[in-house]
């Protein structure tokens, strides 16, 4: 009965260990997918920077045209572009907004679950501490002063007492 409860002891361990590897392998995929959206954010800006130079340089023509001989065609066509161009700019602007509130979420999130399991792991490693090896048979009749407790069993009591 007692090497029974020890091996079910033993495969809840397991289990346990299991279900933790599990833990661990979605937290991973969690950094990847977190890593993924910095990147986003970042061609996202890089995008922005783009098109903040291409609408100056528009606007410098723009200004030149008005200046000069520019034909009205031409300048409402600029300023249209103009407007998509904004328009554009403030579109990638609240989706970096939303992936910075994302990563934050993603970010507490990986610090929660790294806590779970800091603390799960701590927990299994008082469960496994506390398994000591019960295998012992008892004295013979004839042999009262000694133990027939095997060495490494006595070991670990010894251990356990300081």
């Known amino acids: 009965m007692c090497i029974r409860d020890r ?7 397991e289990d346990d260990l299991t279900h933790l590897r ?9 950094n990847v997918k977190l890593r993924m959206v910095n ?12 098109l903040k130079k291409e609408n100056y340089l528009l606007q410098v023509k723009l200004d030149a045209k008005e200046d000069g001989k520019a034909a009205s065609k031409t300048e409402e066509a600029l300023r249209k572009e103009i407007e998509s161009l904004d328009s554009l700019i403030k579109g990638y602007q609240k989706e970096n907004e939303k ?13 929660e679950t790294e806590n779970l399991m800091y603390k799960e792991s701590l927990r299994m490693q008082q469960q496994q501490d506390n398994i000591v090896c019960l295998l ?10 000694r ?13 356990k007492k300081k």
């Not at 599990?22 to 969690?30: A, L, M, V």
Request: net charge positive.
């Open 147 to 159: 133990s027939r407790m095997p060495s490494s069993a006595c070991k670990k009591k010894k251990k």
């Open 39 to 50: 990147k986003v954010q970042t061609d996202d800006k890089n995008a922005m920077e783009e």
């Open 7 to 13: 091996y079910m002891g033993a495969q809840d361990k």
């Open 22 to 30: 599990e833990r661990c392998n979605k937290f991973e995929e969690e």
């Open 136 to 145: 012992y048979t008892s004295p013979s009749p004839r042999d009262r002063t």
């Open 99 to 111: 992936m910075a509130e994302e990563i934050k979420r993603l970010k507490l999130q990986i610090k």
